[in-house]
């Protein structure tokens, strides 16, 4: 049941992505000659007044097929034929789609909470062993752990679980004043609590009331907390932290979900851990699609800028062709790549139930 109900989050990630892209080029006024939720062969179909609107077989993807989208055309609503700022806002609308959705999906599932843990220190063990002046007091607020900015104790997860030195550099406020502790040990251990040894870091913060206002800014940093973290796996792939057997595809992401169902305690939480999840690789999708990469929606808008500079420079129109032949190789090596994580996602499922 899970596996069927991750399939469906998957593909109404996807619909929502191609949905502002579609919303936003119906909108302007652009000629939307498919609009295809899946991949492969078409099992379901329906012709519009202009758009077909397909189902297809694999509900990994989908596209919204313009006109003269990568090659030129005489029809005045061609993609390539509207100026630059119709075209950029179509691109984006897409990311800006999966972006609301998840923050949606977040404040949906936090409307039910009655507090938040805040960033103010209220008490520290007895046996924490950096505390006083020089180190850690009641009244003290977290700003930032190793430069960066927190704004609610979950934000601190992330950022001390990637801290594998024991040591972090923290920004304090106190008395209305910041304070750098540089190298300033912090590390979960035993601490005994209420007669039990518990692994703790032994600080306690203040409560704050999840008023309507709260609830929201709460979401919204939720959702940034989401793009932090995308951040930090970038620079983890770029410096080695993290390898390409990491990365997962639409079907890591689907068995991650059916993972995250069948933890959960009953069917209620399993949908909620779920949605809570979708919304993140809806983040996700937003992200990735803006970065600056061929075939990408932000690569697209990079080239929009570059025939720009370059039709200014030398006083002459490019031809979109050029575009064209540039994203055709990026999708061929973005599919390449798209085949080399299903397999190691297909090898780590088999490997993890059998092995």
């Known amino acids: 049941m899970y596996i069927a109900i991750a399939i469906l989050a998957f593909g109404i990630i996807i619909a929502i992505h191609e949905l502002g892209h579609y919303l936003s080029a119906k909108a302007l006024n652009v000629k939307v000659n498919e609009f295809a939720i899946g991949m492969g062969p078409k099992i379901l179909q329906k012709q519009g007044k202009e758009t077909l609107y397909t189902l297809r077989l694999l509900p990994f993807g989908g596209f919204c097929a313009m006109e003269g989208q990568d090659d030129e055309t005489e029809d005045p609503r061609s993609f390539l034929a509207q100026k630059r700022w119709r075209r950029i806002i179509i691109l984006i609308a897409g990311s800006a789609a999966n972006f609301i959705a998840a923050l949606l999906i977040i404040i949906t599932l936090t409307a039910g909470a009655t507090a938040f843990v805040g960033t103010t220190i209220t008490g520290l063990v007895d046996e924490f062993p950096n505390k006083g002046h020089d180190g850690l007091m009641p009244g003290d607020r977290i700003?930032?752990?190793?430069?960066?900015?927190?704004?609610?104790?979950?934000?601190?997860?992330?950022?001390?679980q990637l801290n594998t030195g024991g040591r972090v550099d923290l920004v304090i406020e106190r008395g209305g004043e910041k304070k750098q502790l540089g190298n300033f040990p912090l590390e979960r251990r035993l601490y005994t609590i209420d007669g039990e040894e518990r692994l703790r870091y032994g600080?306690?913060?203040?409560?704050?009331?999840?008023?309507?206002?709260?609830?929201?800014?709460?979401?919204?940093?939720?959702?940034y907390n989401f793009v932090r973290m995308i951040r930090v796996s970038v620079v983890m792939l770029i410096t080695g932290a993290a390898g390409m057997d990491d990365i997962s595809g639409p079907v890591g992401i689907v068995d991650a979900m059916n993972t995250i169902?069948?933890?959960?305690?009953?069917?209620?939480?399993?949908?909620?851990?779920?949605a809570f999840f979708m919304s993140f690789i809806g983040v996700n999708v937003a992200v990735v699609n803006m970065l600056p990469i061929p075939a990408m929606d932000g690569g697209r808008i990079l080239f929009t800028f570059i025939s720009w500079l370059i039709e200014k420079i030398t006083r002459r129109r490019l031809d979109p062709k050029y575009e064209g032949y540039i994203n055709t190789g990026a999708f061929m090596l973005l599919m390449g790549l798209m085949v080399f994580i299903l397999y190691n996602d297909i090898t780590r499922i088999i490997a993890a139930r059998f092995g």
Do not use: H, W
């Open 261 to 274: 169902g069948r933890q959960s305690p009953n069917i209620g939480a399993a949908l909620g851990n779920i």
């Open 203 to 223: 600080l306690t913060f203040d409560i704050i009331e999840a008023t309507a206002a709260e609830q929201l800014k709460y979401s919204c940093y939720q959702a």
């Open 143 to 160: 700003v930032s752990i190793n430069d960066d900015r927190l704004y609610y104790v979950d934000d601190s997860t992330l950022f001390m």
